[in-house]
């Protein structure tokens, strides 16, 4: 009889991680493990449950006493509510599909540079790092400092850098206002962004309708797609909306079947996709790529986050350039001897 335990585990970021919403220094997560009773002490797979405290639905108080539950009863989490804990089960009982090239390491995916934001001159160092890196697609957060010096910011990167030769992508984590979000974009288009995503926080669906409708600049949903939904609400929802762009984080999306889901939902509607990690540990963001792989996707991702943090677990992920890669030959760190609770 299958059965399963889990263990909190805490990630250290390397530097104080802010966005519009919060500065974050660590991201606190829960990995699983598969066993049969016959023989507990062998793991039959790992997973990750990354609840995401303060932005996904799953954040609520009884959330470790539904994992405990999902535990006894590891095929039956493949139906669970929580889209953090479906996302763990799917993985760790061999649901994600897996592209064999990406995990015999003879293809990488390619990412977008990940710019965190802070004070303009730290931005701008942050922006020169990724560059000098390899980087070709750049995501800005940005929203989390004065709206003039962001706009100074890309001016800057415009003058040294073509869209020809530098893409620039925007991520506003619903920072503006809806009686300002256009005036904003207007203003953002001058630099020939490729898309933004979520101008406005997640909940208003008319005035994302409004905005993707008119918006000069590529609208793409992110925090709009938060939590469960059943393939219906979820085609409602994007009909609706029409966005140019899905952003999809499978553990606050309804794991990778609801995932799986939005991207059928996409294609029907010639609405373009991509992934991005949700600060999962390793363990996550291995699953999320080799699930990105298999899709033969030729946009970039944003996966590029397994360096974020100081305790990561040790993995065959590897990032050489602007691309994600899988090392078949490197060790992933044991995690038999971690405080597993029942």
Known sequence: MLQAQYCPYRLDFRFEARTSRAVMHHKDTYFIRIYDTYAPEVTLGAGECPLFAGLGADDRP????????ACR???LALDEEYSSIRFGFEMALGRVASDVSWLAGEVGIPTNGLVWMGDKTTMASRIDEKLEQGFKVLKLKIGGINFEEEVDLLASIRRRYAPETLEIRLDANGSFSPENAVGCLERLSRFSVHSIEQPVKAGQPEEMRRICAISPIPIGLDEELIGTRTFEEAEKLVSFIRPQYLILKPSLCGGFSGADAY??????????WWATSALESNIGLAAIAGWVAAKKTSLPQGLGTGLLYSNNI????EMRGECLWYNPMAVWQSIESLPWRN
């Open 62 to 69: 009884d959330y470790e006493a539904r994992l405990a539950a």
């Open 73 to 75: 009863n590891p095929e």
């Open 263 to 272: 991207i059928d939902i996409a294609r029907r509607r010639d609405i373009g």
């Open 314 to 317: 040790e993995s065959s992920l």
